[in-house]
């Protein structure tokens, strides 16, 4: 089957507007993860999922950033009032069962430009 | 602090001249390690997990190694398409008792021919 898709792939947005990134895991894939990642840095953790249940959020870097996966597999995160410092590469990941020592696959990240 | 940082951070090879790049970390209760391969523009690509120290794995060109302290990913006669970055990760439970992978920064490889 597919691996993790991410949309869009790309995003510029203006500073001030909120944006949606879309992650779709592997199908059947029960835990979801959201990391950051800069230019020349490993991913950042920002939350992950099992199910629907958000397990962590303590990664988020402020309240403007939120996520949700509400039926148990897409899951979208957003950010409002995007700032410049925002800019980054957001890549989801999914695994197969819960727990961090199962693998995640991750996909092709979102690349958010914010002017 | 739990961290996991990763040596050299950019690694020159010629083509078939091995090397080995380094990941260490400061966890207590090792519970298992992770390597990745990244390739420009693309997202981590799976390689390998680490469960307990002693522990060694293959795949191709690739065989990685894990101690108390560190891991090794050794590279035997590297090709030019071995040329990625390569990142390493480790579960870690925060003080608040929370889990996250954490990675390393990442050894840019680049295999010239």
């Known amino acids: 089957g597919a691996g993790v898709s991410q949309s869009p792939r790309y995003k510029v947005t203006k500073r001030g507007q909120d944006v949606a990134l879309r992650c779709d895991p592997i199908?059947?894939?029960?835990?979801l993860y959201w990391y950051r990642q800069a230019l020349g840095q490993g991913p950042e953790f920002l939350t992950y999922?099992?199910?629907?249940?958000?397990?962590?959020k303590s990664g988020l870097p402020n309240d403007r950033f939120s996520a949700e996966r509400p039926e148990g597999s897409i899951s979208t995160l957003t950010i409002q009032r995007t700032e410049q410092r925002d800019s980054a590469m957001y890549r989801c990941?999914?695994?197969?069962?819960?727990?961090?020592?199962?693998?995640?696959?991750f996909g092709p990240g979102t690349r958010l430009l914010v002017l | 602090e739990d961290q996991v940082t990763q040596s050299p951070e950019a690694l020159r090879l010629q083509e078939g001249e091995s090397s080995s790049l380094n990941c260490s970390y400061t966890?207590?209760?090792?519970?298992?390690l992770f390597w990745y391969r990244q390739d420009p523009g693309k997202g981590p690509e799976f390689l390998f997990t680490?469960?307990?120290a002693g522990e060694e794995k293959e795949k191709e060109r690739l065989k990685a190694t894990l101690t108390k302290k560190e891991s090794f990913l050794h590279i035997t006669a590297p090709k030019p398409e071995d040329s990625a970055t390569y990142l390493c990760?480790?579960?870690?439970?925060?003080?608040?008792?929370?889990?996250?992978?954490?990675f390393g920064k990442g050894t840019k490889l680049t295999v010239n021919p």
């Open positions: 966890v207590s209760g090792l519970r298992g």
């Open positions: 999922f099992n199910y629907e249940a958000q397990q962590d």
């Open positions: 680490l469960y307990s």
């Open positions: 990760a480790v579960p870690f439970i925060t003080q608040g008792g929370s889990e996250k992978l954490v």
């Open positions: 199908s059947g894939h029960v835990s």
């Open positions: 990941a999914s695994s197969f069962r819960q727990g961090f020592l199962e693998t995640q696959y």
